[in-house]
Every structure is written in C-alpha cells, then in structure tokens.
C-alpha cells in the first residue's frame, strides 16, 4: 500500500528533552512538509522540504530541525528550544500542489 | 486579517440535509483549491481539488470556486453521521508553493 506513515502516534517528552518524529512515504513524491495543528488555528507550516538535501524554513520553524537525506524520509526534531511544543504534529508529501498527509503524531510536553 | 477565513462552527445538521461549507480568501493569486476532511486525532484526507473557478462534483460531494468573489464552497449532498469531522479548505499560487489553510470547520450529523 502506497502512504505515509508517521511514528509513534503518541509521544511524551519532559522538559529540557530533544526528541524526534519520523515521517516516512512510499508515492515517490519529491516535496514533503511538517505541520503543526493547534485548536483553533489550523495547521501552521513548520518546514518543508522540496528535493533531498535541501529544505526551507516555514512560518514557525523556531525551535524544530529536520534533515532530508533520502527522498521517503523527511524526521522532525522538536528540541529543548521550542516553547510550546505540545501540539498535534501532521507530515505531509505532495505532488504538486495536492497535499497528501500522515496519521499524526500527538506530543505532549510533561 | 487572515489569508483564508473559515467559519469555526460547530455546524449540526439532520440525517440526509444538504450541507454547505465556506471559506473566503483575500490573496487573488490562489488559483488551486482543495478540501480535506479530518476526523478526530487523524491526519487530513484529500476529498477535492480544483483549479480555478467553477465547479466540480465527486460523488455526493460538490466544490464551486468563485474567484471574483474569493469565495470557495464545498457542498455535501444527502449529509451521513460518518460525514462527522472538520471539513478544512485549503489554496495555493501553484507548483509547490505554500498552501495556505483555513482553521477548519466541524461538522455534525445527527442521525
């Protein structure tokens, strides 16, 4: 089955703790996104990324670091510096401009 | 004021009514436009993707772009209790440039 895939699906995190977020696709599609989602505010662009080994800033990507070393595999890092991180966190892919998104991943910071 | 404006809800409607679903947008150069559905604690599925104005229908589902008005529509025909989500509207310039969302409107189908 093609998809993407999004692990784990619930993650809990202490203050002061880096952690990481997977995100994987198999449709062969070049561009792949990070989004948060937060009540009332929709999804909010954290990266993206457009070809392996290059990727963008999005609109809050203060306090996130990714990389894209392989065209299906695009991680997430929440580090210590976010402030708020406790959200719904969505990966996405697209071919042009239809967007196809994985299951989520819910963070909780404790 | 935000780039894609969408009506939060909740909106309860009946078994079997017709449902419409709105966003307004103030950039004139979106030109595609999508809808996602999203069930609770799930990602966003694709339902409609269109380019430009008009309309365009998939089954009970129909989505009609306005672009003199900057007015996008999704309605839902013979409305189901499994049609129960938030009902996202999205847009973009095109090619890979940013898609802009709409913060969601959820919806209710009262058997």
């Known amino acids: 089955d093609g998809g993407i895939t999004q692990s784990p699906k619930y993650l809990f995190r202490k203050e002061g703790q880096n952690v990481t977020l997977s995100c994987e696709q198999n449709?062969?599609?070049?561009?792949m996104y990070w989004y948060r989602q937060d009540p009332g505010q929709g999804l909010r662009l954290i990266y993206y990324s457009q070809i392996v080994n290059d990727f963008q800033k999005g609109d809050i990507a203060e306090g996130y670091s990714v990389s894209r070393e392989k065209k299906e595999s695009f991680p997430l890092t929440v580090t210590s510096a976010q402030k708020n991180p406790t959200a719904f966190y969505l990966c996405?892919?697209?071919?042009?401009?239809?967007?196809?998104f994985g299951p989520g991943t819910r963070l909780t910071v404790l | 004021q935000k780039e894609v404006e969408q009506d939060p809800g909740p909106l309860s409607v009946p078994e079997g009514a017709i449902v419409s679903l709105n966003c307004t947008y103030s950039?004139?150069?979106?030109?595609?436009f999508m809808w996602y559905r999203q069930y609770s604690r799930k990602g966003p599925e694709l339902l409609m993707y269109?380019?430009?104005?008009g309309n365009k229908e998939d089954g009970r589902f129909t989505a009609q772009v306005d672009k003199s008005s900057k007015y996008i529509s999704l309605f839902i025909r013979d409305s189901q209790p499994s049609d129960s989500a938030t009902y996202l509207c999205?847009?973009?310039?095109?090619?890979?440039?940013?898609?802009?969302f709409g913060t969601g409107t959820k919806l209710q189908v009262i058997p």
């Open positions: 996405a892919s697209s071919i042009q401009d239809e967007q196809f």
């Open positions: 449709l062969n599609h070049d561009a």
């Open positions: 269109t380019y430009s104005s």
């Open positions: 999205a847009m973009n310039t095109g090619g890979y440039q940013k898609v802009t």
């Open positions: 950039n004139s150069a979106f030109q595609y």
